[in-house]
Structure formats: C-alpha cells, structure tokens
C-alpha cells in the first residue's frame, strides 16, 4: 500500500461489475501486490470490508439493489462500472 500511495502518482480504480446478483470486483490503475481493503456498502446505508486484488473476486452476499454498491467516500480511491 505504500509503494501506490507514497512513490506513484496513480490513482487506484475499484473496478466492479454485477453478475447474478453479486457483485464481482477487482483493484487497477495500481503497483503490483496491491491488496488494501475498502469500505464499501453491499446493502443501503450499511458499510462493510471487503479486500480487492488484482484478480477478479465475488461478494460474500447478493446485493437487494442495483444501485446499492458504494465505496465509502473517504477511500483515495476512484470506482468504476466495469
């Protein structure tokens, strides 16, 4: 998390997609081994941990709506639809 932040002028990207009612995301725009977890919200107004990595990775629970998924704001990151 140090080598993205301290030593790189990119942002990382939260790049997510829905399938299946899930919701399946990954960490771009960002050093090799990144790994820091991100609050997000899988329900409304109910935030929870999940730990993105470069690789493709699925929600432990469905989502009850489309528009439910949400990064908490005071992340320095950017997310994407994919």
């Known amino acids: 998390m140090f080598d993205q932040y ?14 299946k009612g899930r919701v ?19 329900t409304k107004d109910k935030y929870t941990f999940i730990y993105p990595t470069t690789e493709w990775q699925s929600s432990p629970r469905k989502l ?4 439910a998924f949400m990064v908490e704001e005071n992340f320095y990151v950017l997310a994407r639809r994919f």
């Open 6 to 19: 301290l030593r790189n002028t990119a942002i990382p990207t939260l790049e997510y997609r829905l399938e």
């Open 64 to 67: 009850k709506k489309k528009d």
């Open 24 to 42: 399946e995301y990954r960490w771009t725009n960002c050093v090799e081994g990144f790994d820091m977890p991100v609050k997000v919200t899988l």
